[in-house]
């Protein structure tokens, strides 16, 4: 392990877990093996019904041992939040670290990931939020892969990399769709605003990390990597969101309305935003008859 220069900011890494227990030990030894190290593990039960607590209590306190410098906290809750973005607050309002990285458990990251993200940090000091590219775990189908062309070419991702201002990257994707592939890519800035950010994010059930991404963007410059050194697997949401269309179509409407009330967008990043309502719309009314129609077959 690489210990970070004194002189370079620290990050609390917010582990939430339910019922992923069975990844733990693995994740934990993947984050602590990163070259820019860590300086806090938090890790948030969220009332777990397998054998996480006692694998976590057993693990922290081997590494509690191996790694005496680094703080090692945990927080159990006796009922389950029912809400992701409550964990996150609560990890955040934990954290003491300068920023934070919120790595899910059953997400991947290459050895080097923190690292790559905190270089633009440190050279640019206005920089909340810095993030990678990020492939999917395990098979991927004809379908996924034609998600991931699909997913470069609306969210613009050049091939080189860039820091910008969080108004440009608004303008340029973030105010259009959620161009962030993934949390456990992203590290961002721990500051004042994050309570008031994440309270607007728990309102939303399907697109409050879009709308966490979006807040932040409005307090700073985003950098961003093309390397893929975040693995992440698709979500129940992502694979079965033709079942929930209506609502996930209306917080896409909410964000678009938030983000364009908040910012003086483009007249193209709006035209686009339009476009993009349209289409979805279309889209998802066509996916929803067809979806309607096979159920009656069955």
């Known amino acids: 392990m690489t210990e970070f220069r004194n002189n370079s900011p620290s990050v609390s890494v917010i582990l939430p877990n339910y019922n992923y227990g069975h990844y733990f030990v693995s994740r934990l030894k993947e984050i602590l093996a990163q070259t820019y190290q860590v300086s806090e593990v938090i890790v948030l039960d969220d009332a777990s019904t397998d054998k996480s607590a006692s694998i976590i209590k057993k693990e922290l306190k081997n590494q509690e041992k191996l790694h005496p410098k680094l703080k090692f906290v945990l927080s159990q809750n006796s009922a389950n939040s029912g809400n992701v973005f409550s964990q996150w607050q609560k990890g955040v309002e934990l954290a003491t670290s300068e920023y934070i990285w919120i790595a899910e458990l059953d997400d991947s990251c290459e050895p080097t990931f923190l690292e790559t993200v905190m270089k633009p940090i440190i050279k640019h000091k206005k920089v909340v939020l810095s993030y990678t590219n990020s492939k999917l775990i395990g098979d991927v189908t004809r379908r996924d892969l034609w998600r991931q062309k699909l997913d470069f070419f609306r969210r613009h991702h050049l091939p080189g990399k860039y820091v910008i201002s969080g108004k440009r990257e608004l303008n340029k994707n973030l105010a259009i769709f959620n161009s962030?592939?993934?949390?456990?890519?992203?590290?961002?800035?721990?500051?004042?605003?994050?309570?008031?950010?994440?309270?607007?994010?728990?309102?939303?059930?399907?697109?409050?990390?879009?709308?966490?991404?979006?807040?932040?963007?409005?307090?700073?410059?985003?950098?961003?990597?093309?390397?893929?050194?975040?693995?992440?697997?698709?979500?129940?949401?992502?694979?079965?969101?033709?079942?929930?269309?209506?609502?996930r179509f209306k917080e896409i409407k909410r964000v678009h309305s938030e983000i364009d009330l908040a910012n003086k967008l483009s007249a193209l990043a709006l035209m686009r935003m339009e476009k993009s309502e349209r289409k979805l719309d279309k889209v998802w009314k066509i996916a929803k008859i067809r979806q309607y129609d096979e159920n009656m077959v069955k």
């Open 180 to 247: 962030i592939p993934n949390v456990s890519a992203v590290v961002f800035k721990n500051i004042p605003e994050l309570k008031r950010i994440l309270d607007g994010a728990k309102k939303y059930s399907l697109c409050g990390d879009w709308y966490f991404y979006s807040k932040l963007a409005e307090q700073g410059k985003i950098a961003y990597n093309p390397k893929k050194l975040n693995s992440h697997r698709l979500s129940s949401e992502s694979v079965t969101s033709q079942t929930d269309l209506e609502k």
